[in-house]
């Protein structure tokens, strides 16, 4: 199951950034979207490696961060369908 989150999680994580640009008017707030997105997916995928001690750490950070950035790609696709 965690491979499938993966998957999805990786998906999410460059649609989001890649199609980033298009959906916020300035550079600025690009940046600061993108920060904000990558801090949080560090954290969770942080509080994933402690939740997860059975699994190997690479694999449950990778989860973590890339389900943060699930919700972002699923609005940016939204915005991309008006």
């Known amino acids: 199951m965690l ?4 998957i999805l999680g990786a998906v999410a994580t460059v649609y ?9 008017r300035s550079i600025g707030q690009a940046v600061v ?4 997105l ?6 969770t ?5 402690n939740a ?3 699994r190997p750490a690479w694999l449950a950070f990778t989860v973590g961060f890339g389900v ?4 972002a790609a699923a609005i940016i696709f ?3 369908q008006r």
């Open 3 to 6: 491979f499938i989150d993966l």
């Open 16 to 24: 989001a950034h890649w199609r980033l640009q298009g959906t916020i």
């Open 33 to 36: 979207v993108r920060s904000l």
């Open 38 to 43: 990558a801090f949080t997916g560090l954290g």
């Open 45 to 49: 995928g942080l509080i994933a490696m």
């Open 52 to 54: 997860l001690p059975d």
């Open 68 to 71: 943060i950035h699930i919700p």
């Open 78 to 80: 939204l915005k991309r």
